[in-house]
């Protein structure tokens, strides 16, 4: 018996390695984790990721926002090990040795520069890479330096700190908060509508004058917001953003960021407090060389239909970090949620076969069940997609806001159960409740 990291101790069987703890990485872990827990000689499933808990990404802006309570949304990585049977290993994805089957991972520091844990090798016999996205600059000069990001739990943690901060000095000494957030997708028009949200609960407990202060700005490239939903959808959406006072500028393009603001593409510059970036997606740069497998130019894995990289069959790929174009399609699946779970539970379903017995995992076939996005308590719009009973159209307002609700809960079933999921809702609800529905620490 051996102890190979938090969570179950197993005598060694086959080792699947599942590198990233995100929708499909968690998802992956935790069912095949369960599939395996006690039976002698079954392989042993291990979770790699840097951070220490899991937050689902569609909520990230709420985190960011602070219309959220972060303790209450994310699942500790090794709880979760020790609930579902898998190990769980802490730490950052550094290389790989595809000749050794080894996943290199970077030394792990604490906040204060010490080494905790140093460079070590995890073995595998199968590989699951999920290691998510990030936003893409596109190369953008002084986005590193000046944007936040809220790509990661941390990220959204750090910005919501910094929001409360610059809050507090709004109030206390009457200066102005500018917030600019730079892409029209999803996550840009989400994280607007909860800061209108933040700022107008803030006012109700107390903070008075806070939303004539405020000014929140949305900028997209593009001609309209959000591309990738029909464009009733987007007109609608914008035109709710702007009742709720947001100024949304479409067709404009950041040439740079300044600490003083953004620098636009037709040399003016748009003073901003605070800049979000939260335009375009690219894979991890650790993917950009890892050992020879094959990349798109926004560094996400080139898979095959079995989500197998295509330099690699002992190495899968899933989620925002993958690449995929089905056969008849022109355009490779989108970096979402939806496609991220059905990836994971294509895998887990074949894994076990790939492991026992050498059997290949058939083609991913993807069903589109449209798309949705919440702007905050106001409202909520919704594409239905073309599967099944589905033939396009749209939802807006209640529905869409139980929509999007449910997606959540759906999540949090298939990581810890349909009563413990169940409970954790009520828990939600009961927070919501007896507690600030924004956080005021």
């Known amino acids: 018996m051996v102890d190979t990291g938090f969570g179950t101790r197993e005598t060694p069987g086959a080792r699947l390695l599942v590198v990233g703890g995100g929708i499909a990485g968690l998802e992956i872990a935790t069912v095949l984790g369960r599939r395996w827990r006690g039976r002698a000689g079954a392989p042993t499933v291990t979770l790699l990721d840097r951070d220490a808990a899991h937050v689902w990404k569609p909520m990230l802006h709420t985190i960011a926002a602070g219309t959220r309570d972060i303790a209450m949304q994310q699942t500790t990585y090794v709880a979760q090990a020790r609930e579902a049977g898998f190990v769980y290993q802490p730490g950052a994805l550094n290389g790989l040795d595809r000749k050794r089957r080894v996943v290199q991972v970077a030394p792990l520091h604490a906040e204060d520069g010490r080494l905790l844990v140093p460079a070590r090798e995890l073995p595998y016999e199968l590989l ?25 739990r941390l990220q959204a943690d750090a910005f919501s700190r910094e929001v409360r901060l610059r809050m507090l000095q709004c109030v206390a000494m009457g200066q102005p908060l500018s917030i600019a957030i730079v892409g029209g997708g999803a996550t840009g028009v989400e994280l607007a509508a909860e800061l209108v949200q933040l700022t107008e609960t803030a006012e109700a407990y107390g903070a008075r004058g806070l939303a004539e202060r405020i000014t929140i700005t949305l900028l997209e490239a593009g001609p309209r917001l959000l591309a990738a939903f029909p464009r009733d959808i987007s007109a609608a959406t914008q035109q709710r953003l702007q009742t709720l006072g947001v100024r949304v500028r479409t067709g404009t393009q950041v040439r740079a960021a300044r600490a003083e603001g953004l620098e636009l593409a037709d040399g003016s510059l748009l003073a901003a407090t605070l800049q979000v970036w939260a335009a375009g997606v690219k894979g991890p740069a650790v993917l950009a060389g890892l050992d020879g497998l094959e990349t798109s130019r926004s560094q996400q894995l080139l898979v095959t239909p079995s989500l197998q990289t295509t330099r690699d069959d002992a190495i899968y790929a899933l989620g925002d970090c993958a690449r995929l174009t089905l056969p008849g399609q022109e355009r490779p699946l989108p970096p979402t949620a939806q496609v991220a779970h059905q990836q994971a539970r294509h895998l887990a379903r074949h894994l076990p076969g790939v492991l026992a017995a050498g059997r290949p995992v058939p083609p991913f076939r993807f ?45 949090q079933a298939r990581l810890h159960g349909f009563w413990r999921g169940g409970l954790l809702w009520l828990a939600d609800r009961i927070q919501a409740r007896v507690r600030p529905p924004i956080r005021l620490d």
Not at 378 to 406: E, I, N, P
């Open 128 to 152: 699951v890479l999920a290691v998510g996205s990030q936003a893409n600059d596109f190369g953008t000069p002084g986005v590193a330096e000046h944007c936040h990001a809220i790509d990661s």
């Open 367 to 411: 069903r589109d069940f449209g798309a949705l996005v919440a702007l905050a308590d106001y409202d909520a719009f919704g594409s239905l997609g073309r599967f099944g009973f589905f033939d396009g159209g749209t939802v807006h307002g209640r529905l869409a806001q139980l929509s999007h609700a449910m997606l959540y809960r759906s999540h």
